[in-house]
């Protein structure tokens, strides 16, 4: 079992920084991959970014250039860099962990107003 909890959402205004964090524990030896996803109302759930335990990292082209996943494995923690932040990027964010089974955090809302 992998356990996951997500931190630092808020509000913030366009053009704005937040950064969320998404502390592991648990069988953390098993995890692969970690990413982010995010669901907006009245939306489904999208994939948002993601690093895997080798090193790559991957974004969703609605956020390239403006987001950065990154880790840090002394704390096993994985972070969300959120800059240039857009009113279309307010959702619930959640934190996955895959190894075997796909493990999610309980979210953060983040919104972004204009």
């Known amino acids: 079992q992998v356990q996951l909890v997500e931190s630092g959402g808020g509000l913030v205004q366009a053009g704005g920084s937040l950064r969320l964090s998404c502390a592991a524990s648990?069988?953390?030896?098993?995890?692969?991959?970690m990413g982010w996803y995010r669901q907006a109302p009245g939306k489904q759930r999208e994939w948002v970014a993601q690093?895997?335990?080798?090193?790559?990292?991957f974004y969703a082209d609605s956020v390239k250039g403006r987001f950065t996943i990154s880790r840090d494995n002394a704390k096993n923690t994985v972070y969300l860099q959120m800059n240039s932040l857009k009113p279309e990027d307010t959702a619930v964010y959640y934190c996955?962990?895959?190894?075997?089974?796909?493990?999610w955090g309980q979210g953060t809302q983040v919104t972004v107003s204009s």
């Open positions: 996955q962990a895959q190894g075997g089974t796909a493990y």
């Open positions: 648990g069988s953390i030896f098993s995890i692969n991959v």
């Open positions: 690093i895997i335990r080798s090193g790559p990292t």
